[in-house]
Antibody, heavy 118, light 106 residues
Framework: QLVESGGGVVQPGRSLKLSCAAS????????IHWVRQAPGKGLEWMAH????????NYADSVKGRFTISRDTSRNTLFLQMTSLRTEDTAVYYC?????????????WGQGTLVIVSS | DIQMTQSPTSLSASVGDRVTITCRAS??????LNWYQQKPGIAPRLLIY???SLLSGVPSRFSGSGSGTDFTLTISGLQPEDSATYFC?????????FGRGTKVDI
């Protein structure tokens, strides 16, 4: 199970930190992604962190603004979002990664809604 | 980045129909193609991975095929609960990229 939290309404330019609590599997064995979905739109990959936290990847649209991290002792994934823009408004999902290059997304959280608005 | 082009954008079909959704990659991706189902207000669910492998628990009326750049998702014998949006995603290279989705109405 993956349970996201931390979403809410935030003003443009401000910061927000999302959390994703994992249970039911060995968290330290899996890479995890953040994927977002703007209202009524498709799926957009945001960031990925490897099973041991040694590698991170980011979408160009958030590189330098968002930071993915993980705390294995707490079985928790984080997404620190800074300099938020209105176009960052979306439901943010954390998703477990499996397979070749960690690019198959097999279990999804329920999502947390971030609204960036003044 | 690898672009994924999915068609059609939407379709309407009847219970029992056979439905086909196509997905094309902008470069060859072997069989590194996944399909997801998303119902309104619910997170996506992985249906098919590696182009044609059904995830455990997914009804056998779902099938996937293709390799290289062209892929299809087929639903044989459409059921009311299949009303959803379906997304393809390439799992060949970072970043993961998705098709824009196909909304299936019944």
């Amino acid at each position: 199970q993956l349970v996201e939290s931390g979403g809410g309404v935030v003003q443009p330019g401000r910061s927000l930190k999302l959390s994703c609590a994992a249970s039911g599997f060995t968290f330290s064995d899996y890479g995890i992604h953040w994927v977002r979905q703007a209202p009524g739109k498709g799926l957009e990959w945001m960031a990925h962190i490897s099973y041991d936290g040694s590698k991170e990847n980011y979408a160009d649209s958030v590189k330098g603004r968002f930071t993915i991290s993980r705390d294995t002792s707490r079985n928790t994934l984080f997404l620190q979002m800074t300099s938020l823009r209105t176009e960052d408004t979306a439901v943010y999902y954390c998703v477990r990664a499996v397979g070749f290059r960690d690019l198959t997304l097999d279990y999804w959280g329920q999502g947390t809604l971030v609204i960036v608005s003044s | 980045d690898i672009q994924m082009t999915q068609s059609p954008t939407s379709l309407s079909a009847s219970v029992g129909d056979r439905v086909t959704i196509t997905c094309r990659a902008s470069q060859t991706i072997g069989s590194f193609l996944n399909w997801y189902q998303q119902k309104p207000g619910i997170a996506p669910r992985l249906l098919i991975y590696a182009a044609s492998s059904l995830l455990s628990g997914v009804p056998s009326r779902f099938s996937g095929s293709g390799s290289g750049t062209d892929f299809t998702l087929t639903i044989s014998g459409l059921q009311p609960e299949d009303s959803a949006t379906y997304f393809c995603q390439q799992s060949y290279n970072h970043p993961a990229t998705f098709g824009r989705g196909t909304k299936v109405d019944i």
